[in-house]
């Protein structure tokens, strides 16, 4: 099964927020999933800014029926369910193309009797009068695969490489950081490419998100109680599309409702007894002794 990570849409969605709770939100993690989302996506914010307006677009609704319109007529199958009183939605909405600098031939790749539609890329070709390279190949110390970057005519890299094992969630983020950051020059070079093309289309959970909250402007406390996201992807001769759409819910906080607290390190604990001066017990608890005591009568 393929896995794919499209952050952009989520750090949008966040910040998009913002157009009702107000500026400046910080947020308040409950999981790992959503300490990852801040620290890898939501940290680089900025980095929003080198989308056009046309690549990443974004709504903000009290109405879940309007956002849920947009995203069928975007061609997505998500959708949100109706919100609470207080409660709004965020549609955040990725779509990028690329075309190769050639247009690639249409080709197949086989394997184990199997047959898959390809492109085939020369190494060089005619652009505008002059002849360039379509692509380039590098080696990583981190990975024992060649690793790939077909040009683009808009100046984005498309970075292919076998991979050795199969990663998703952050994992995958993490793993494809380590070989970015140790590309190092080719020791071969290609005479040509020849990739599978793509058609992907997938629903990527999301719902870690669910449970991160901020305080509004007007000191109300908002949480995310629905996060969706699907990923369409495509790839063939002529170049790459992705189209990921995120849409996130979110719910007023009633003062009767406790946020949940989570002990999931070592921990303190201490029992007292009525008109007793001193507790019963004092302790220090870590995982070692994290068990199921059974019944508690047998001691």
Request: proline share 4%; aromatic share 10%; charged share 20%.
């Amino acid at each position: 099964m393929s896995h794919t990570m499209v952050l952009p849409p989520i750090t949008a969605a966040l910040l998009k927020t913002e157009d009702i709770l107000g500026l400046g939100r910080v947020w308040h993690t409950v999981n790992e999933f959503q300490i990852q989302v801040l620290l890898k996506a939501f940290s680089k914010r900025r980095e929003l800014l080198q989308f056009s307006a046309n690549e990443l677009r974004n709504w903000v609704s009290r109405n879940a029926a309007e956002l849920n319109a947009i995203l069928k007529q975007e061609g997505f199958n998500i959708q949100l369910e109706d919100f609470g009183r207080d409660g709004f939605g965020v549609v955040s909405i990725l779509d990028v193309l690329v075309n190769w600098l050639v247009t690639g031939q249409v080709s197949q790749v086989h394997r184990d009797g199997h047959v898959w539609p390809a492109v085939r890329l020369d190494a060089t070709g005619e652009v505008e009068g002059k002849y360039l390279h379509l692509f380039e190949a590098f080696n990583s110390p981190k990975h024992p695969f060649p690793i790939v970057k077909v040009y683009t005519k808009s100046g984005d890299g498309v970075f292919i490489t076998v991979a050795d094992k199969a990663v998703e969630n952050f994992a995958l983020v993490d793993r494809l950081n380590e070989i970015r950051y140790s590309l190092e020059c080719p020791r071969t070079h290609y005479e040509y490419l020849l990739f599978p093309m793509v058609d992907l289309d997938q629903q990527v959970d999301i719902s870690g998100l669910i449970g991160i909250w901020t305080t509004a402007q007007d000191g109300n406390d908002y949480f995310i109680a629905q996060a969706k996201q699907q990923t369409k992807f495509k790839m063939n001769q002529h170049g790459a599309r992705v189209k990921s759409a995120v849409a996130i819910g979110l719910e007023r906080m009633c003062t009767s409702i406790p946020r949940g607290m989570i002990i999931d390190q070592p921990f303190f604990l201490w029992i007292e007894r009525k008109d007793a001066s001193l507790p019963l017990l004092y302790a220090y608890i870590d995982e070692v002794d994290w068990k199921d005591p059974g019944d508690l009568s047998q001691m």
